[in-house]
């Protein structure tokens, strides 16, 4: 038996890992995004408003395969369990049960393992993008710069983040610059991302302008850097954490892979610690540093025996929290709202409820995570009916609204309950639904002004000179049903707080018949920095975001 497992141990570890992660994703209730992706994959294309394409492609592989939430997973559990076969590929001797304990203490790898988001694709395609690094920096050739150009593009059609990847990895070693097998990679990377930058082009570059600027805090709140530096606890393992802090940080790098996989790990966490300042930081978002921590904690440890020992020694109590974790997010016995409603609030009752509203389609106010779920548990269409004041998702683009306008639907949400003719008791709320026989919102009408900012004196008026460019099946639509005469009004923000509706009296059918009009807003808020958002009312009495922002300065 124990020669066996000497000769045999890779593919038991690998085999039970993957098989583990199999019964895991099978048993386990779909958390919101993997449902809102799920959706991504509904409707291909070359980019998102949150993300790029990467994982959008692997959902609808998997589901092609295999049905519910083993299909929306299964690509994830092979890119995961690869990812650990290149990551012990790139370390340095044979110490395999060092590395099978290393894997072990990340929590990560194991309870998000499985998890259809863009992590995963983002740390498969780090372990590949340093493999290829690798091999480039032993022998430079034609072949091995357009693999890595490859990696790169890869990892940019992940998630962004993937940038620091490849800016930390190249500042480990500036001297690439000097060569012009590294501009063969760019080259590659930019003509396979191509298509995801001519998509942002078409799309006013949507996704740029909300991570890089919409999602900024106005002022700096020192628990964003706490919650920010407590997460990554989280991420790296409550319990081994510290060693493998210790070793990236200390481990003093003897080649220039392990010089790139050090600068990316501590360049990448200094990099979201600095970010805390502008607003919050999710944890998950460090998530390309796991590839470098493993590596380097495996050639620290093989260094330093005392953390080894203690590695060994920390090792029962990860597993068994992984264990109780892994339970958990399978069968609803953890008392806690957070929880119950990640993993277990959608039992039985959309079913129940796709009943109640006759198989017709179902508009959630405000929820693209309810829409998605919703429409993943019951095969029913859903649309996430999205007001001006909040933020938009990619429910904004697809053709979802357009399928249903003028038809009849079923409006819901678990707010103000008590104005929905009826409701239905869920896990941890009630859903308030009503009928709609004639649905109609106009998120898809664009309202462009003269200018993108104006600069008025305190107490003047504002004159706004706009085109609203309305798509065809809207124009056809509104000029069959006359009586259909919304309002348009614009919201005044300051920062990220809504000060008041203006209404300069004009109407729908009044830009159906002239598009190209002129409004005069009154004075009267203070002096200061404001932005104003055109927006229209939809049969829900919600009004779309159907403008840019536009700056407003006040002398």
């Not at 995961?80 to 049960?97: D, F, M, S, V, Y």
């Not at 664009?446 to 099946?473: R, V, W």
């Not at 124009?475 to 209404?503: A, C, H, M, S």
Request: a positive charge.
């Amino acid at each position: 038996m124990k020669s066996f497992l000497q000769k045999h141990h890779q593919v038991i570890f690998y085999g039970s890992w993957f098989l583990l992660s199999v019964l895991q994703a099978y048993f386990t209730g779909l958390q919101d995004d993997e449902a809102y992706y799920w959706v991504y994959s509904k409707f291909l294309s070359w980019g998102y408003f949150d993300h790029p394409p990467m994982i959008a492609l692997l959902i609808k592989i998997g589901t092609l395969l295999f049905s519910g939430e083993l299909g929306v997973r299964l690509l994830i559990i092979i890119l995961n369990t690869l990812t650990l076969i290149i990551t012990e590929k790139l370390i340095k001797g044979r110490n395999h049960a060092l590395f099978y304990a290393i894997c072990l203490s990340l929590p990560a790898l194991q309870i998000a393992g499985f998890f259809a988001v863009p992590d995963i694709p983002l740390i498969f395609f780090t372990s590949l993008f340093f493999f290829a690094y690798r091999f480039f920096t032993q022998k430079p050739s034609l072949t091995r710069s357009v693999l890595l150009g490859i990696t790169m593009a890869c990892l940019l059609y992940s998630k962004y983040h993937g940038i620091l990847v490849v800016f930390f990895t190249l500042l480990s070693n500036i001297k690439l610059l000097k060569r012009y097998s590294i501009y063969i990679s760019g080259i590659t990377a930019l003509l396979l991302f191509a298509p995801h930058l001519l998509w942002q082009y078409n799309h006013d570059w949507i996704s740029f302008k909300y991570h890089l600027f919409e999602r900024n805090a106005e002022h700096y709140d020192v628990s964003t850097t706490i919650e920010y530096i407590l997460g990554q606890f989280l991420l790296i393992g409550p319990i081994a954490g510290i060693i493998f802090l210790v070793s990236t940080f200390f481990y003093n790098p003897k080649t220039s892979l392990e010089k790139a996989l050090q600068y990316t790990a501590v360049g990448i966490f200094t990099f979201f610690l600095i970010s805390t300042l502008k607003g919050r930081v999710e944890a998950n978002w460090t998530s390309p540093v796991i590839i470098p921590m493993m590596i380097l904690t495996y050639n620290y440890l093989q260094e330093h025996k005392i953390w080894r020992i203690w590695l060994y020694k920390l090792l029962p109590f990860t597993i068994v929290l992984v264990l109780v974790f892994r339970f958990c997010m399978i069968v609803d016995v953890l008392p806690i709202d957070a929880f119950i409603e990640r993993f277990h609030a959608w039992k039985k009752w959309p079913e129940q409820l796709k009943t109640k509203t006759r198989n017709f389609p179902v508009v959630f106010k405000n929820s693209y995570q309810r829409a998605s779920q919703y429409w993943f548990h019951t095969g029913q269409m859903a649309y996430s009916l999205n007001g001006y004041r909040d933020r938009m998702n990619n429910y904004n683009f697809w053709p979802v609204e357009d399928s249903l306008l003028g038809k009849t639907v079923y409006v819901m949400d678990i707010y103000h309950v008590n104005l929905f003719k009826d409701s239905i008791h869920a896990r941890l709320w009630n859903v308030g639904f009503l009928s709609d026989s004639n649905f109609h919102s106009f998120a898809k009408i664009s309202i462009k002004c003269e200018h993108s900012g104006y600069t008025i004196n305190k107490g003047a008026g504002l004159t706004l000179n706009f085109k609203a460019i309305i798509p065809d099946y809207y124009k056809n639509y509104l000029l069959e049903q006359r009586e259909i005469d919304e309002p348009i009004v614009i919201g005044l923000f300051r920062g990220k707080d809504w000060i008041k509706d203006l209404t300069p009296g004009c109407t729908l059918q009044q830009l159906v018949q002239n598009p190209v009009r002129q409004i005069t807003i009154p004075g009267g808020p203070e002096s200061g920095k404001y932005y104003l958002l055109f927006a229209v009312k939809s049969s829900t009495d919600l009004f779309t975001r159907n403008s840019e922002k536009i700056e407003l300065n006040i002398k």
